[in-house]
Nanobody, 123 residues
């Protein structure tokens, strides 16, 4: 069983930074997704259970970094150089896995989801 608790959303000006946190436990591959009004849920970033492998959407490469601290049961999304188009509700997701170094980019692959946290970037 996995319980996800998200935090770190808020309002920031374009060009600024935010760090999202997701408290989680268990042997899980993790992902971050976002959804803006009127749009489909979009992949943002993913990380393997080991933390050694990551995947990023093209729209955030070079700006966002995903990492985890398994000792603290926490996954992070560091978001830099934020743009107005990054505005969305961000969701943390977890997939139970036995794989050490696989990442997952499809929402349907995940088993558990956080409640979402709003990120608003003003231009």
């Amino acid at each position: 069983q996995v319980q996800l608790v998200e935090s770190g959303g808020g309002l920031v000006q374009a060009g600024g930074s935010l760090r999202l946190s997701c408290a989680a436990s268990g042997r899980t591959a993790m992902g971050w997704f976002r959804q803006a009004p009127g749009k489909e849920r979009e992949f943002v970033a993913a990380i393997s259970w080991s933390g050694g492998m990551t995947s990023y959407a093209d729209s955030v490469k070079g700006r966002f970094t995903m990492f985890r601290d398994n000792a603290k049961n926490t996954v992070y999304l560091q978001m830099n150089r934020l743009k107005a188009e990054d505005t969305a509700v961000y969701y943390c997701a977890a997939k139970m896995t036995t794989a050490l170094a696989l990442t997952h980019i499809r929402p349907r692959e995940y088993d558990y989801w956080g409640q979402g946290t709003q990120v608003t970037v003003s231009s």
